[in-house]
């Protein structure tokens, strides 16, 4: 997925580390830059996740906004899995 801005934010993919297999994502404020959370996969919830930085606060727009993001990461997660699905099926028996 490609890096995102918004109203307040800007989402940037990250470098993905050693043995991982999804992607890490920075949350920045537009106007500062400060680095305010990061979305990453979460196992526990078999989903993408956001986790905050310590003592940040959001209002309900950031809120949608970073859980779009999220969404739309799982969407086209989802799409990836069925291709790679569907791939499988169609292979001949032999």
């Given at each position: 997925?490609?890096?995102?801005?918004?109203?307040?934010?800007?989402?940037e993919k990250?470098?993905?580390?050693?043995?991982?297999?999804?992607?890490?994502?920075?949350?920045?404020?537009?106007?500062?830059?400060?680095?305010?959370?990061?979305?990453?996969?979460?196992?526990?919830?078999?989903?993408?996740?956001?986790?905050?930085?310590?003592?940040?606060?959001?209002?309900?727009?950031?809120?949608?906004?970073?859980?779009?993001?999220?969404?739309?990461l799982m969407?086209?997660?989802?799409?990836?899995?069925?291709?790679?699905?569907?791939?499988?099926?169609?292979?001949?028996?032999?």
């Amino acid at each position: 997925m490609n890096d995102r801005t918004t109203k307040w934010l800007s989402i940037e993919k990250g470098i993905r580390l050693p043995n991982k297999k999804t992607d890490l994502y920075g949350v920045y404020n537009k106007e500062s830059g400060a680095c305010i959370g990061l979305i990453k996969w979460y196992g526990a919830f078999r989903q993408y996740s956001f986790f905050p930085a310590s003592n940040t606060v959001y209002e309900k727009t950031c809120l949608a906004d970073i859980s779009k993001f999220m969404q739309d990461l799982m969407d086209e997660r989802k799409i990836e899995k069925d291709k790679a699905l569907n791939y499988t099926i169609k292979m001949p028996v032999v």
